[in-house]
């Protein structure tokens, strides 16, 4: 696998943007080397371009080297990042796997980068034989979701590995909703795989979505080219502090999720017993996937009262279908009361 060659030339021979921060990262009494107003207050300064220290407690968490780990301003940076670095504009292409999350395409078509699309089997699985087929010749990024959104399972660990073992291009594995599925993902064996993105979020599981931090994990050659392109200072001062504070709250995470799971078979029983729901899908993450009777006249009911759901019924294979985000208890009750009254 050679990376350097996957790349888009430009990159391949860009300089990136040294900041003064990049200069000079020691400690220091006076700073007068990047044009910042002196007056002293909790912002008046850059952030740290490099992301040190937090990278440093991403490192410890997931058991991942931090020359490894590039952080976004979300995991949608990460995933526009990827395209522009291996997809030359008007040329490549990328495939997605659909339904599946929507920015991978739409990051694409704002890069004039070509969309290839394969369907998932009726399971919601991945089709491994036909996205090999239809990635050559100018494919050079494959994007997968698992959990997939929306449909919440997770995609077949084998079928997975025979995509990334026989594509000669980049793999880009999201895992945004893994902390909530029954499988630890691929973090694991990711030195296995130098083709291999895997993409988390903070904006998930650890509640932090205000706070807009992603993480992409891959080998160091990879994660040095994104944070080669990246913005300098894409992750503010105030998202680093607060998340290197609330990466301490570990055990809250985790009881959360354990809330959110039971929460979730509740939520899926209750679903199962209404006369107009036809299908509850199987799911590895914090949503639903529902298939009821007239979706859109659902979707409309619920939201005259007051519940917003996700109406994903105009989506391949999810003919009225919902996506149901897993609430509160009182919040997933009155869901149930809602659409019990329908
Ligand atoms: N990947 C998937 C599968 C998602 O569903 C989402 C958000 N809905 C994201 C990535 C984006 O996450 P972030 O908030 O980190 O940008």
């Known amino acids: 696998m050679n990376i350097q060659s996957l790349l888009r030339e430009n990159i391949r021979n860009l300089k990136p943007y040294a900041t003064a921060r990049h200069e000079f990262s020691g400690v220091a009494e006076v700073y007068l080397d990047a044009n910042e107003n002196p007056f002293r207050s909790d912002y008046n300064r850059y952030p740290d371009p490099t992301q040190k220290k937090l990278k440093e407690?991403?490192?410890?968490?997931?058991?991942?080297?931090?020359?490894?780990?590039?952080?976004?301003?979300?995991?949608?940076?990460?995933i526009d990042l990827i395209i522009r670095a291996f997809c030359e504009p008007g040329n490549d292409a990328v495939l997605?796997?659909?339904?599946?999350?929507?920015?991978?395409a739409i990051c694409a078509a704002i890069n004039n980068v070509a969309v290839k699309s394969v369907t998932l089997t009726?399971?919601?699985?991945l089709d491994e034989d036909a996205v090999l087929n239809a990635i050559a010749p100018t494919g050079k990024v494959i994007f997968l979701c698992s959990p997939n959104n929306p449909s919440g399972n997770l995609?077949?660990?084998?079928?997975?590995?025979?995509v990334l073992t026989h594509f000669n291009g980049i793999v880009v594995l999201d895992e945004a909703y893994?902390?909530?599925?029954?499988?630890?993902?691929?973090?694991?064996?990711?030195q296995n795989y130098p083709n291999l993105i895997v993409l988390q979020t903070l904006s998930k599981a650890w509640g932090l979505a205000g706070l807009r931090l992603g993480m992409a994990f891959a080998s160091a050659e990879i994660i040095s080219i994104l944070n080669k392109i990246k913005y300098p200072y894409n992750i503010s001062s105030l998202t680093q502090q607060v998340v290197?504070?609330?990466?301490?709250?570990?055990?809250?995470k985790n009881n959360q999720v354990q809330q959110i799971l039971a929460e979730r078979s509740s939520l899926v029983n209750a679903l199962q017993t209404l006369p107009l729901v036809k299908q509850v899908y199987p799911t590895d993450a914090n949503f639903v996937l529902v298939k009821v009777t007239g979706a859109r006249k659902v979707y409309n009911h619920l939201a005259e009262q007051g519940i917003i759901v996700r109406d994903r019924s105009t989506v391949v294979l999810c003919e009225d279908c919902l996506r149901i985000t897993v609430g509160t208890a009182e919040e997933n009750r009155k869901l149930i009361d809602t659409l019990a009254k329908l």
């Open 57 to 78: 407690k991403i490192s410890q968490l997931k058991n991942i080297d931090p020359g490894k780990i590039f952080l976004g301003n979300g995991s949608d940076e990460a």
């Open 96 to 104: 997605v796997t659909e339904p599946t999350y929507g920015m991978y």
């Open 122 to 125: 009726p399971k919601f699985d």
């Open 155 to 162: 995609l077949s660990k084998e079928k997975i590995i025979r």
């Open 178 to 190: 893994i902390d909530f599925a029954s499988d630890e993902g691929f973090l694991p064996v990711l």
């Open 244 to 252: 290197l504070e609330k990466l301490d709250a570990i055990a809250e």
